[in-house]
């Protein structure tokens, strides 16, 4: 059987746009002569769509299109289309919305298979829409019975996973109907057939592969995943679609981070060469900047402000920012203040240069000696501290919001995870703007990030890579003087962050001072109110800040 793996980057709610790609990678398998064209989970209305499930309309506008697209094959030769999409429950009781994989055949929708595994963890909110399927049914598409799951159906593999989070095995259940028709299926070949829509943290594809591998090899199937790819606000989708072959072999692969389409026929027995190591870094890289590209795009903008300090944040959000829009899209604005050193506003207009942006230099001594005065009375007779600090990005956030009110381009705020971990930003001032780019990436990625950046050419100054980080707020201030050394704290923040690790553990674990530890879990803990404010974070990490992170504001936690 020839089936086409085709890996398309719908936007949620965008029913023209993802119908156009939808026949536009049709047609591209229909030249390849294959049986059938698989698109991703929920490819025709885009995932995730959240409450849109809850507007009737939204649903049966999803409902015309499909059957709309099942008209495309009615002519003759034309393939088979596998589907995600969404559909009105039939059921009087329960949930009113169904997660369908539609096949569309011979100018109708021909059979539709009902997601039954529905996850509520992390980012997943399923259960909130959707009635789980009460079965699943084998159906044959050109003369081979398919078994047809999606994404989360495969994912409880009792062969694979140490505990199960489902009673049932959707997968298992399909190969069971299978074992009872074996005069019938002798000679046919097993096929899964996975449609997915599931999101890109580090070490999530490779984890994926072995899932998938381990599942063709226990039913001696081949296992077709086709995964879906882009951006979707705080979600990236690296696609990475794949055939893993009966012997755990790859069959075919597709491109990651960008749309794709692969062809494979189960009577080819050649196997695809895979990589024996992972760039990890690399990876990280695509996703930030397909992130970016297309929640700046997809929100309905083309240039973006990025606040140039002359640190490595504010650097590495400029070169994902020139690499997802180009250079022409992308405007760096320089905002010191007496506490600003020479060398790092140089930093910034070299940064500048090397990306090829346009750099505007906006001092704000005046305004802040201003703020200052109008305070006076208040705060006579106090010392300078943290109040007199945070004034300063928060002139900065005031001006980069009227720049682009005035000239419509989204801001990007520059705070990585380990400062949006320990509260080490300003809540209304570097945390203003509409992406928090590197929001989910360790301060110890980011100089691994900005190396990659210069692996071919100077892009990022190195002296902006070696200088000890700093906020720059009052007279020779640096990192160190508010939190560990990045090398020590990062590690404790993605045990407590990621892994929920109580103090002792990672105390333990790491070699560390308990009291230690206990101080930087106290920042993390006081500072969730400022998290749940700041802009929507690109996840890269397993557990990112955002929709799948949900702790209560106001508690009291003993750590």
């Not at 009110?405 to 949006?420: D, I, P, R």
């Amino acid at each position: 059987m020839k089936i086409a793996l085709a890996q398309i980057n719908p936007t949620v709610g965008d029913f023209v746009g993802n119908t156009k790609k939808i026949l536009e990678y049709a047609a591209r398998g229909e030249e390849s002569r294959v049986h059938l064209v698989v698109f991703p989970e929920l490819a025709v209305c885009g995932y995730p769509p959240a409450d849109l499930l809850e507007k009737s309309s939204f649903v049966a506008r999803a409902e015309q299109v499909t059957a709309e697209l099942a008209e495309w094959t009615a002519s003759a030769g034309r393939p088979a289309l596998l589907c995600g999409t969404v559909m009105a429950a039939t059921s009087s009781v329960g949930k009113q919305v169904r997660n369908v994989a539609a096949l569309l055949d011979r100018g109708k929708v021909r059979f539709v298979q009902q997601k039954m595994l529905l996850p509520f963890y992390d980012v997943f909110d399923e259960q909130r829409y959707f009635e789980p399927a009460a079965e699943q049914t084998l159906i044959s598409v050109g003369g081979e019975p398919l078994a047809i799951t999606i994404c989360e159906d495969a994912w409880n593999d009792k062969g694979f996973w140490p505990r199960q989070m489902y009673p049932v095995d959707p997968v298992e259940r399909l190969m069971a109907q299978w074992k009872t028709q074996p005069e019938e299926r002798a000679g046919q070949q097993r096929i899964i057939v996975n449609i997915s829509a599931s999101p890109y943290w580090q070490g999530k594809p490779q984890v994926r592969q072995s899932m998938l591998t381990a599942l063709a090899v226990r039913h001696g199937a081949y296992v077709a995943m086709t995964n879906q790819v882009g951006g979707n606000d705080s979600l990236v989708f690296d696609g990475s679609s794949l055939v893993i072959r009966p012997d755990g072999e790859v069959g075919a692969r597709a491109t990651s981070f960008s749309e794709d389409l692969v062809v494979f026929d189960t009577n080819d027995r050649e196997a695809v060469a895979v990589d024996a190591e992972v760039d990890e870094v690399a990876a990280m890289w695509d996703a930030l900047v397909l992130g970016t590209r297309d929640y700046v795009r997809k929100c309905g903008f083309s240039k973006v402000l990025v606040g140039l300090s002359g640190g490595i944040d504010s650097a590495l959000v400029a070169a994902i920012a020139v690499e997802a829009l180009g250079a022409e899209n992308v405007i760096g604005v320089g905002m010191p203040t007496e506490y600003s050193s020479l060398g790092s506003i140089e930093d910034a207009r070299k940064l500048a240069r090397n990306l090829k942006v346009r750099f505007e230099l906006l001092p704000i001594h005046d305004v802040f000696a201003q703020y200052q005065h109008v305070l006076q009375p208040l705060f006579a007779g106090t010392p300078f501290g943290l109040a007199e600090e945070n004034l300063q990005p928060r002139i900065r956030g005031t001006l980069l919001m009227a720049l682009s009110n005035k000239f419509g381009a989204l801001v990007l705020t520059t705070g990585n995870k380990s400062e949006m971990s320990t509260g080490y930003c300003t809540l209304y001032g570097d945390m203003v703007g509409a992406l928090a780019v590197i929001g989910d990436v360790m301060k110890t990625r980011v100089y691994a990030l900005s190396r990659y950046v210069n692996r071919v050419r100077e892009v990022i100054p190195w002296e902006t890579i070696e200088k000890p980080p700093s906020a720059e707020l009052r007279p020779e201030q640096l990192d160190t003087d508010s939190l560990p050394p990045y090398e020590v704290l990062d590690p404790i923040l993605e045990a407590y962050v990621e892994r929920y690790c109580s103090a002792e553990q990672i105390a333990e674990e790491q070699g560390v001072d308990v009291a230690l530890v206990r101080s930087v879990l106290q920042l993390v803990e006081r500072s969730e109110y400022k998290r749940q404010q700041a802009a929507p974070v690109l996840k890269v990490t397993k557990k990112s800040f955002g929709m799948g992170r949900r702790f209560p504001i106001a508690v009291k936690v003993q750590v």
